[in-house]
């Protein structure tokens, strides 16, 4: 039974979510061998979840999780050796209870972050890995997110770990000469997962990626704060969440940035990003996740107060194209050029960008609307229904096809949402 | 590769062939024509409602003809594309770009390589 009420239950799911990645790095961190880490927390946790709600939750929760799961490890490591079968690990629980570490244990989860954004770890995995590894996400719903199917993902997981064994990726901070490079690639594996989150609207949050990205910006912001990149991406994230409660109507309808009812926005979630891009911004060092940060950031001015913040926003993204040229920016500038009535600048941006945007339903989505400003119904029609085909989303292929988003004014906005570049994934 | 996309609809979403037409029909021909200008269309067909089907098996020499689809299942099959893509991952990009995909499902398929005889 699923038991909400009883507190071993909540209290062994609450350490699930919240120590699983700082127990599995430090139940790895020498033998490097994740997968056979994974066996021996799951192990624990099942013990944990089948004792805690009639034997009461231990002092602490994440000390006894460790010792019971390092057992289980030096069990699971005596089997491979030997072939013997090892004591039951259940006889060993009370003794356990009294022989528990009441210190804090050590949060390694940084190096275990580095550990699988590692460069010898292929790029298109960094993300999946870091979910299931840090989070313990399990691997179908990972799949589901990354569209890829459940056995392939399981698949490059394995492999990901057994590379990760076998080729000896360190457990360690890399040296300072590196450590940008490797913090940047930890910020695109998290951008990656948010991506995959973003286009998830349904209400049930056992699927929410957007949150666990959220969970890890804030994790990578506080472990390694010396980076104002990493603040950059925790706002990023944090101001474009902030509108998820506005982006669909009572019918489950499309409801573009510049239609929402700004109200519905979290205001904690936007001052916990604006604070923290104002922080990033203090350290001087700008970067792309910054500038990302920024542009939403004026978005949401432009929804607060009215005013026409499309010039300062077509200098944003030139800035951020100076940086990271990606196909996201450069397709998000043509639709702030039409915002600023320059649509013959916008169209012909877009043109420069055909021949690598066949299937970028942004693309088509900015081109209906240029299109639609510029007097050429027939092409702007055309060009919405190749960009609502290439919708993977119900309600905003229905948007793209109603009469509405050719009609109105600025409502190409309809098809940008925030983090495109994530979705289409080129940072530079 | 070659990839079948077997589309399968609820009954509330084939029931929108009538009650939503242009609607529905607007999403299907959106889909159809991105994938026809991406150029992977090997071939395929949508198929008239369920109940237009008749269901033959012949059982012991026994012919049984009935009125109706060959299950009574909750999503009915509606239609199906075959094309060519690179791998799995892009058969699956553009399964979940079909309308269906979220009133109903896809299926997706390799279909058999050309036998050489």
New interface residues.
């Given amino acids: 039974m699923r038991a909400a009420a009883n507190p071993g239950f909540a209290a062994a799911e609450a350490a699930a979510r919240t120590a699983y990645g700082r127990l599995l790095a430090l139940l790895s961190r020498h033998s490097r061998d994740i997968a056979a880490a994974e066996d021996a927390l799951a192990t624990a946790l099942a013990q944990a979840l089948a004792r805690w709600p009639d034997d009461g939750v231990p002092a602490n929760p994440d000390a006894w999780l460790f010792t019971v799961a390092r057992r289980a490890l030096g069990h699971g490591r005596a089997r491979a050796a030997t072939a013997l079968a090892a004591e039951p690990a259940l006889s060993l629980l009370d003794a356990e209870r009294a022989n528990i570490p009441q210190a804090d244990l050590p949060d390694e989860r940084l190096k275990l972050l580095f550990v699988c954004t590692h460069p010898a770890i292929a790029a298109r995995i960094q993300a999946p890995l870091m979910l299931q590894v840090v989070l313990g996400l399990d691997a179908a719903r990972i799949a589901a997110a990354f ?3 459940p056995a ?1 993902m399981s698949q490059a997981l394995v492999r990901a770990k057994a590379r990760i064994r076998d080729a000896g990726v360190p457990f360690t901070v890399p040296p300072p000469q590196e450590r940008p490079a490797r913090l940047a690639a930890i910020r695109t594996a998290i951008y990656a997962a948010y991506g995959a989150g973003w286009e998830q609207m349904a209400a049930d949050q056992a699927s929410d990626l957007a949150g666990e990205a959220l969970f890890l910006a804030r994790l990578l912001t506080a472990l390694a704060p010396d980076d104002p990149e990493n603040a950059g991406l925790l706002a990023l994230i944090l101001l474009c969440e902030a509108r998820r409660p506005a982006r669909r109507d009572a019918q489950g309808g499309f409801v573009p940035l510049d239609r929402q009812d700004v109200t519905l926005w979290h205001r904690t979630l936007i001052e916990e990003g604006e604070a923290a891009l104002r922080a990033a911004a203090a350290l001087g060092q700008p970067g792309r996740f910054q500038l990302e940060a920024a542009i939403q950031s004026l978005h949401n001015h432009q929804r607060f107060t009215g005013a026409d913040l499309s010039a300062p926003l077509i200098g944003l993204y030139d800035r951020l194209m100076d940086v990271a040229p990606s196909i996201g920016a450069a397709v998000a500038q043509a639709a702030a050029f039409t915002a600023a009535g320059a649509a013959p600048a916008a169209l012909a941006a877009l043109d420069a960008l055909a021949e690598r945007c ?2 970028h339903q942004p693309w088509w989505a900015t081109r209906a609307r240029v299109l639609a400003v510029l007097g050429d119904a027939d092409a702007a029609r055309e060009a919405a ?2 960009a ?7 309600a905003i ?2 948007f ?2 109603s009469q509405d988003f050719l009609g109105f004014p600025p409502a190409w906005q309809a098809a940008m949402p925030g983090p495109q570049q994530a979705n289409e994934g080129e940072p530079a | 590769m070659q990839y079948a996309l077997i589309y399968h609809e609820t009954a509330a979403e084939l029931a929108r062939r009538d009650s939503d037409t242009s609607a529905y029909w607007g999403a299907w021909d959106a889909y159809m024509g991105a994938m026809g200008a991406a150029g992977i269309m090997r071939g395929g067909a949508g198929l008239l409602a369920p109940d237009t089907a008749t269901t033959l098996r012949i059982s012991n020499g026994d012919w049984q003809v009935e009125d109706g689809p060959f299950a009574d299942t909750k999503e009915k099959l509606g239609g199906f594309v075959v094309i060519e893509v690179a791998d799995l991952d892009a058969a699956l990009a553009w399964a979940a770009r079909a309308p269906c995909a979220a009133a109903g499902s896809v299926e997706v398929r390799p279909t058999l390589p050309p036998q050489a005889n």
């Fill in positions: 569209l890829v199917s392939a066949g299937d229904s190749r609502a085909g290439l919708s993977h989303d119900p292929r229905r793209l096809l």
